[in-house]
């Protein structure tokens, strides 16, 4: 087909919009389902998008940033794996004009023109939610508890502390004895919690700041004789299938929702950046808790 002019009318059709989005890497379960929301998203929004993981490290989302600003995409979207340390390399692409949208994680940066808007969890609240299910249900004088930190520096596990700590604070029987790094990772979560076991098997509580640190330490507990779900309580965060499967065989108790379905709602947000409408400063995702007993009747419904 030609028009008039001589020019293909394909010329003419609407330019596809370009979006760059640098992922943290591929740590859990709910890292790869939120990639798989953005890739299927993206492709229902005929959006080209130019996807780059950066295996959870911060100089390699700089990297990715930069190489977007070079090929001048229209938007650039990212999660950042930290909080801080964003500064310069937002305010280039500012210079260049590409507005940036925030998914998931935050950054801690004084100039909030260095964003357009943050789409994600209320991480502190989630933090809350496992407190306060803790305080309700489990009893006595003296509670140990061992927390399963996420990445140091990241958004979630500072706030998942913050947000627990804030329950337990004035009630003297919740002692966290123990709090350590897990990355968020399977390996390092089973890792960290047989170091925990071996330094003093007389838990009551296990806080993991994600399911997937919590699967992991459910092997070191089983591995060093003990019932998980029962000798020791466990709390997590997410809400992945394979925290209903641990659910449903008694080994979990406890998972707060955290959805990592970001994509329909991201590109949506980057077409209307793209036509100048205004966007809200924050689009907090709704969720929920899951409790043991409500695993098997809830696990059909599960979409990640
Ligand atoms: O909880 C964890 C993942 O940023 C909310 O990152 C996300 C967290 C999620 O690796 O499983």
Same mark, same amino acid.
């Given at each position: ?6 020019? !293909? ?8 919009? $370009?979006?760059?989005f640098s992922q943290i890497g ?16 993206? #492709?229902?929004?005929?959006? @080209?998008?130019?996807?780059s993981d950066a295996q959870q490290k911060q100089e390699n989302q700089i990297k990715a940033i930069r190489s977007f ?7 650039i979207?990212f999660s950042p794996v930290v909080?801080?340390g964003w500064?310069?390399v ?17 950054v ?10 943050? =789409? %994600? ?20 004088? @003296?509670?140990?508890? $061992? ?35 897990? +990355? ?16 003093? !098997? ?8 994600? +399911?997937? =640190? ?16 029962? +000798? ?6 997410? %809400?992945? #299938? %394979?925290?209903?499967?641990?659910? =449903?065989? %008694?080994?979990? &108790?406890?998972? $707060? ?9 991201? =590109?949506?947000? $980057?077409? +209307?950046?793209?036509?100048?409408? !205004?966007? !809200? ?11 043991? @007993? ?6 059909? &419904?599960? #979409?990640?």
């Amino acid at each position: 087909l030609a028009l008039a002019s001589g020019l !293909p009318l394909s010329s003419f059709a609407q330019k596809k919009i $370009v979006l760059g989005f640098s992922q943290i890497g591929a740590e859990s379960e709910w890292r790869t389902a939120n990639t798989e929301s953005i890739k299927q998203a993206a #492709k229902d929004a005929g959006i @080209d998008l130019k996807f780059s993981d950066a295996q959870q490290k911060q100089e390699n989302q700089i990297k990715a940033i930069r190489s977007f600003i070079a090929q001048k995409v229209d938007v650039i979207g990212f999660s950042p794996v930290v909080e801080s340390g964003w500064e310069t390399v937002l305010r280039e692409a500012k210079a260049a004009k590409i507005p940036v949208i925030l998914t998931d994680r935050t950054v801690d940066v004084k100039d909030d023109t260095l964003w357009v808007t943050f =789409m %994600g969890s209320d991480f502190l609240e989630e933090g809350r939610k496992a407190g306060r299910w803790l305080t309700e249900n489990v009893k006595g004088s @003296d509670v140990k508890i $061992v927390e399963l930190q996420g990445t140091v520096g990241s958004g979630p596990a500072i706030d998942r502390k913050k947000g627990f700590e804030e329950i337990i604070k004035g009630k003297p029987q919740y002692k966290i004895v123990r709090s350590q790094t897990g +990355d968020f990772t399977r390996a390092k979560g089973k890792e960290v919690m047989q170091a925990f076991l071996k330094a003093d !098997p007389k838990v009551n509580v296990l806080y993991a700041h994600n +399911d997937d =640190m919590a699967i992991g330490a459910i092997q070191a507990i089983e591995e060093a004789g003990l019932k998980p779900g029962k +000798d020791i309580t466990i709390i997590s965060v997410d %809400g992945v #299938k %394979g925290a209903f499967e641990a659910m =449903m065989a %008694g080994k979990l &108790n406890v998972t $707060v929702e955290c959805s990592p379905l970001l994509g329909p709602q991201l =590109m949506a947000t $980057v077409k +209307d950046v793209v036509a100048g409408k !205004p966007v !809200p400063k924050r689009i907090v995702t709704q969720e929920g808790i899951f409790p043991m @007993d409500t695993a098997a009747k809830e696990f059909p &419904n599960r #979409k990640y």
